[in-house]
Each structure stands twice: as structure tokens, then as C-alpha cells.
């Protein structure tokens, strides 16, 4: 067991740097026969350590995939998270990830959950499902449907077609609009399984003639950035107790995946900054913005500077996806059923307030 959880914990710190995740995104597990150990929800993988991971029974969280569940989502929610918790050892600490038991039915020891941004150029298009399939044929393509136990049920019935179909088990499998998971029995082979993905990746976007790094326009004078912070929270008040910015760059219109819905909400304030203006945005999607866009800077808000350096960094993350997703037709945003149920599930409002 020792062994297990250093490695996974190598593996977290590893894969746990701005390349890979942002925020609390992305997750890790390792198992044995009986257990499997998982990342906390709401933690970082750069913060993990071999005690962090929250221990559960891998013959309890298997009934997950028997349940008869109730067709309300919250019900059915309710009871998938009685049943992971029931799931967890006596003495854990922390509660489970929520994709715990997709992690389960992986074949692989180790297990390492990101979401990309070089990845997610490709998730995010229109093309990414071909362009999977041309450049990474062993994959298993996921096709988006809500995280959570919908998404778990979902990838249990594909690795099971895929195990008849390919008489062996996938180790990669790449979430459209979400990112890739990498099984593996050893750390090596989750290290050789993500080095081919992101070399391919790159030859891609250098192919196309894509920059990988984000293309950032010319900033205000500090005057102008601080002029308007000041007005940001006289009109915002405690929502923009925190204010922070970045040169300008092309926000994104829609939500691209669910972390930039959780960090970043799903919309961004890109219009003339006027009280009305905020009014209007915060009439129309019942919030106000996280992020806001000026020909000066692009600002990240929040209730503390953590929370609007996370809606920042989400922003750049998608607006680097943006544009990655050029080399593969332009971008797919997530329709109003994904976003809301998204915007409305517990587990990411959890999520949420533990990295606050």
C-alpha cells in the first residue's frame, strides 16, 4: 500500500502543474484488489499527499453500477452520493471525488484524470471526434454527457463494448468538452501514454500554424486598469472584493468545459462597462460577472483575490482553448442543459467553496 500511494502521490504532483489542471480540476487514484484510493473533491494535486487520499471500498462503490436510480436528478444525485460516501473506510478523511467510481472501472493500478489545455483544443472543436480517432485510434472516445454518475455509467458501458471490441483494456480515454483520463499499471506507462498524446497535440497545432501560448493585445496605462477596479467595486461591492488582471485577450462567449463553468462562470462580461451594462448581465444570468473584458485588461472577480485569480486563470485556460481549437474547425461550447445542470449541481457548489 505504501508503494501505491507514493506513487500516485509522484504522479499528482507531477501532473498537478498549469499544463495539465487549474484550480482544484483533475484527479488521481491508485488500487488494489480490494481498495481504491482517490483524490479528495476540491483539493489540488500539486497539494496532495499519500495521507490526503480518501480510502474506499471498491466492493461498495461496485454497487454503484447495480443501483436502480431514480430518474430526478437530485434524487438520483442524493443517492449516488450516499452510496460513495457508505463506500468510504472508517477513519478517511475528505470526501471522494465524484468520478471515483469511473476511476474504479478503469483496469489500470494508476489513474491520472487532467484537463489540458493542449488537450482540450481538440476536445473542445467541432472536428474532435475524428481527430481523435486519426491521431489516437487506441483511445475510447466519450462523447459529453454530464459528469457525476451519469458520466460514470456512461464510460462503464463503453469500456465494456470496448473490451469485447479490442479484447484488451483502454488506457486512454479522451471526454469531449472535459479532458482524458490515462490508466496505466505502472507510472512509467501513464508517463509514455501522456508524453504521445502531447507530442502529438503539438504537431498538430505547429502544423496549422497555431500559437500554444496565449496571444495577449497591448494593456492600458496602470492609471486607466486602477481607475476601473476602483469603479468595479463601488458598483459590485463584496462580489468584487477581490479584482485582478491580465493584458487583454479574446474571452470566451460560452462554456467550454465544466472547471471554466465552476471558476469562471459560464459567461463573461465582453460590452461598455456601465452600471447598467452589469445590471442588465447580472438580470439575464443570474450572477455577476466573474470575468470582464476591457480594451485596458481583462479582469477576474470575486468575493477574495483567490476566487478572481481562479476566474482568470480559467478565463486565459479558455481563451488558449479558443484558440487551439482553431486547428481542429473553431470551437464547440456546451449546450444549456449541460451548462445548467453544471451551474446547479451541488457537488461542484462543494467543489467550489473548498477552493475558495
Known amino acids: 500500500m505504501a508503494g501505491l500511494l507514493e506513487t500516485i502521490t509522484e504522479l499528482s504532483h507531477e501532473f498537478g502543474t498549469a499544463e495539465y489542471v487549474q484550480g482544484g480540476g483533475g484527479n488521481t487514484s491508485c488500487k488494489n484488489a480490494d481498495t481504491l484510493w482517490v483524490k479528495p473533491s476540491g483539493t489540488t494535486l500539486a497539494g496532495l499527499r499519500a495521507e490526503t487520499f480518501v480510502e474506499m471500498d471498491r466492493s461498495r462503490l461496485g454497487r454503484l453500477f447495480?443501483?436502480?436510480v431514480p430518474q430526478d436528478k437530485a434524487a438520483r444525485e442524493s443517492l449516488?452520493?450516499?452510496v460513495m460516501a457508505a463506500a468510504v473506510k472508517s477513519g478517511g478523511a475528505g470526501r471522494p471525488s465524484v468520478e471515483a467510481p469511473l476511476h474504479d472501472v478503469l483496469g489500470g493500478t494508476y489513474v491520472v484524470h487532467t484537463h489540458p489545455m493542449l488537450v482540450n483544443g481538440l476536445t473542445c472543436s467541432r472536428e474532435a471526434e475524428a481527430a481523435c480517432r486519426r491521431l489516437f485510434p487506441d483511445a475510447l472516445w466519450v462523447p459529453y454527457v454530464d459528469p457525476g454518475y451519469t458520466?460514470?455509467?456512461?464510460?462503464?458501458?463503453r469500456i465494456q463494448d470496448y473490451r469485447i471490441r479490442e479484447g484488451r483494456e483502454?488506457?486512454?480515454?479522451?471526454l469531449e468538452n472535459h479532458g482524458v483520463f490515462v490508466s496505466g499499471q505502472t507510472a512509467q506507462e501513464v508517463r509514455e501514454t501522456y508524453g504521445r498524446v502531447m507530442k502529438a497535440l503539438r504537431g498538430q497545432y505547429a502544423a496549422a500554424g497555431v500559437a500554444m501560448e496565449l496571444t495577449l493585445g497591448q494593456p492600458g496605462s496602470a492609471g486607466a486598469i486602477e481607475a476601473i477596479e476602483v469603479q468595479l467595486r463601488s458598483w459590485l461591492g463584496t462580489e468584487a472584493a477581490g479584482v485582478v488582471h491580465s493584458a487583454p485577450f479574446k474571452v470566451a462567449e460560452g462554456p467550454l468545459s465544466p472547471d471554466h463553468i465552476v471558476y469562471s462562470k459560464s459567461y463573461s462580461y465582453n460590452g461598455p462597462l456601465t452600471r447598467e451594462g452589469l445590471d442588465v448581465f447580472r438580470a439575464r444570468h443570474g450572477y455577476s460577472p466573474r470575468v470582464l473584458a476591457t480594451p485596458a485588461a481583462v479582469f477576474g472577480l470575486g468575493a477574495s483575490i483567490k476566487q478572481?485569480?481562479?476566474?482568470?486563470?480559467?478565463?486565459?485556460?479558455?481563451?488558449l482553448v479558443l484558440q487551439l481549437a482553431e486547428a481542429f474547425g473553431g470551437q464547440r461550447y456546451l449546450d444549456g442543459a449541460a451548462r445548467e445542470f453544471i451551474e446547479n449541481w451541488e457537488v461542484e457548489s462543494y467543489r467550489s467553496k473548498q477552493m475558495a
Not at 458520466?151 to 458501458?157: E, I, N, S
Open 308 to 319: 478572481a485569480q481562479l476566474a482568470l486563470e480559467l478565463a486565459r485556460d479558455g481563451a
Open 170 to 174: 483502454p488506457g486512454l480515454l479522451l
Open 80 to 82: 449516488v452520493k450516499e
Open 151 to 157: 458520466l460514470c455509467m456512461d464510460v462503464h458501458r
Open 66 to 68: 447495480q443501483l436502480a
